[in-house]
């Protein structure tokens, strides 16, 4: 399995983009790259997976480089309401194991 | 996507006594969960609780200390046997779906709190 790490924190103010970059340096050929979303007291939520390139849904943009070592996810004009903690997993072809790195927090400022 | 509910959402229990946290999943899914998070950590997965097979726990995790139970597609039980002080943490349960997207997105309930006194 490949592990992750990303940055323990982050600050940003609202209206930024905020990029959080995660390194996945052994992610295997057929591994994809998933983004989760947790605010306290609930259970993270999936916010976007990709395999290569570039990924865009109506809540964010994950860009991986050729080499896919790393990913970064890109929230576009943060707001208070996305202070949360951000988790990077890769996930094997199989889809059978979703092991959790340590995850970033994220806090906007006003 | 799927809707996750756990019964109940949070407890207190006194050490040496046992606690069977539910999970109930709207739609059908093979693939399902259970991770544990303590204060302030990432998650931990448990096991791996596929329907028709026995469940498959993590390094550090033992069948006898936290069976699970999945007798249907909708359905899972985790029961923190035996516990301690050092039991008190968030119990989640997940579930992976294929996404109409192609993807598979992986969903999780609201999280059981427990603590154990």
């Known amino acids: 399995l490949a592990k992750t790490t990303q940055p323990i924190s982050m600050d940003s103010y609202e209206g930024q983009e905020v990029n959080i970059t995660c390194s996945h340096n052994n992610i295997a050929t057929n591994d994809y790259i998933t983004w989760y979303q947790q605010f306290p007291s609930q259970g993270p939520r999936f916010i976007i997976q990709?395999?290569?390139t570039k990924v865009t849904n109506e809540v964010a943009s994950l860009f991986i480089p050729a080499d896919r070592k790393s990913s970064t996810l890109s929230l576009p004009r943060v707001s208070l309401s996305d202070t949360a903690v951000y988790y990077c997993l890769v996930l094997g072809a199989d889809f059978n194991k979703f092991y959790f790195g340590s995850g970033t927090k994220l806090n906007v400022k006003p | 996507s799927a809707v996750i509910s756990q019964k109940p959402s949070r407890d207190i229990c006194q050490r040496g006594t046992s606690l069977t946290i539910q999970c109930q999943v709207d739609?059908?899914?093979?693939?399902m969960f259970w991770y544990r998070q303590q204060p302030g950590q990432s998650l931990t997965l448990i096991a791996t609780a596929n329907q028709g097979s026995e469940a498959t726990y993590e390094s550090g995790f033992v069948i006898d200390k936290f069976p699970i139970s999945r007798p249907n597609l909708t359905f899972s039980t985790l029961t923190v046997s035996n516990m301690s002080p050092e039991d008190s943490s968030i119990y989640l349960c997940?579930?992976?779906?294929?996404?109409?997207?192609?993807?598979?997105?992986?969903?999780f309930g609201p999280g059981t709190r427990l603590t154990v006194t």
């Open positions: 997940s579930v992976v779906v294929l996404s109409s997207r192609g993807y598979y997105e992986q969903y």
């Open positions: 739609s059908q899914v093979t693939m």
């Open positions: 990709g395999y290569k």
